[in-house]
């Protein structure tokens, strides 16, 4: 299969699921900034829990390569931050902004619109990012299990188990 | 375990735990397909697409940037997952009749008013402050959030941790604390 109609049916299976779980929209993501409703919160980490078994264990049996994003201290901290303002004043993602779009909510384009200016605006400041905040200090691409020393099989049953716990206390609290 | 939420969705954990589901046949596919591990993210194809229309008024810049020439500027697998969202979303909204044109969030209308206008500034505004944001710690919350933790990324740890805990600390800014309802 041709890899750009491989991307079009997984997004569209992806957007399906995304609205689905009523994730795209505003009232949602700040909702859940706002301490208030964790819909997407759960979303997140049901995907990630199933991911990581199943991603671990094709890793594992060579049917595909872990690569992790580099941990670039400057970048992930000022990187994580500007992202995390933004996000809360514009109340979508960049995925679910263009997902928030296709449920009518067109409000979402403004966002979408500003991200594609930023963008711009991100690879005119490149060089001058490359030689100060990029450059700081990077751990390379690491992973928590390499990290800290012991198997993937070790960490995911105790992320699993702290997960739960934190979906049992959403429930008890109706966030 | 309640499967449909009271606005006829699906119970967040159902459809989470699809997609979870959909990232591992997604890696795999992409395997298989193009020789090369992709996982799911959305922010890079923004890149794309700002160098695709910066291209159209002004191609020597865009062939002369070095952040373009390092994420190559074209349409790719990953663009074509960002339309697919689209579409996903739309027939999803279509097909249960949650499709609903809104200008206004009613969250935001209810801080700031029903004015368009303000809502449009204000989400450009922020869009351009998080893109930059996403780009420089290279991911969003597909990205860093959904991927990075699934492969168990110490980068993908750090940075959902700081979106949340810069977007709850600015959501208590902008919106106000929870005694402001």
């Given at each position: 299969m ?12 992806f ?14 993501q ?34 595909l ?6 941990m ?31 449920e ?7 966002a979408l619109?500003g991200?594609?200016?930023?963008a ?6 490149y060089?001058?990012l490359k030689s100060?905040?990029l ?13 800290l ?9 105790i ?7 934190l979906f049992?206390w ?5 966030l | ?10 119970s967040?954990?159902l ?15 992409t ?8 996982f ?9 697409a700002?160098?695709?229309l ?5 191609a020597g ?11 190559k ?18 027939v999803?909204s279509?097909t ?34 998080a893109?930059?944001g ?5 991911g ?6 959904l ?13 959902l ?9 600015i959501a ?10």
């Amino acid at each position: 299969m041709n890899s750009l109609l491989l991307g079009l049916i997984t997004g569209l299976l992806f957007g399906f699921l995304l609205q689905k779980g009523r994730v795209l929209r505003f009232d949602k993501q700040v909702g859940a900034m706002r301490l208030e409703d964790m819909t997407i919160l759960k979303f997140m980490l049901s995907a990630i829990l199933v991911g990581m078994v199943g991603i671990g264990l094709l890793n594992d049996l060579g049917a595909l390569k872990i690569s992790h994003k580099p941990m670039n201290l400057g970048a992930v901290l000022l990187g994580g931050f500007l992202f995390g303002a933004g996000w809360a004043v514009m109340g979508f993602c960049p995925g679910t902004s263009v997902g928030a779009i296709g449920e009518g909510r067109w409000h979402a384009i403004f966002a979408l619109l500003g991200m594609i200016v930023g963008a711009a605006i991100y690879a005119e400041l490149y060089p001058l990012l490359k030689s100060s905040v990029l450059a700081w200090k990077d751990y390379g691409k690491i992973g928590l299990p390499e990290t800290l020393g012991v198997s993937r099989w070790i960490v995911i049953p105790i992320f699993w188990a702290g997960t739960i716990a934190l979906f049992a206390w959403f429930e008890k609290r109706k966030l | 375990m309640k499967w449909k939420t009271e606005d006829g969705g699906w119970s967040p954990y159902l459809a989470g735990a699809l997609v979870g589901l959909l990232a591992v046949a997604s890696a795999w596919a992409t395997t298989a397909v193009m020789g090369k591990t992709s996982f799911l993210g959305a922010s890079t194809t923004f890149v794309r697409a700002a160098g695709l229309l910066e291209r159209s008024v002004a191609a020597g810049h865009v062939a002369n940037n070095e952040y373009y020439a390092k994420e190559k500027v074209q349409v790719d697998w990953q663009f074509m997952l960002v339309i697919g969202i689209f579409g996903g979303a739309l027939v999803a909204s279509i097909t249960d009749r949650s499709f609903k044109y809104e200008g206004v969030p009613p969250a935001w209308a209810k801080r700031f008013g029903n004015s368009i206008g303000k809502r449009a500034l204000w989400a450009f505004l922020g869009g351009v402050v998080a893109m930059i944001g996403a780009r420089m710690a290279d991911g969003c919350p597909s990205g860093h959030g959904l991927s990075g933790l699934m492969q168990l990324s110490i980068s993908g740890f750090a940075a959902l941790a700081m979106f949340f805990g810069t977007g709850i600390l600015i959501a208590r800014f902008v919106y106000g604390g929870r005694k402001n309802e």
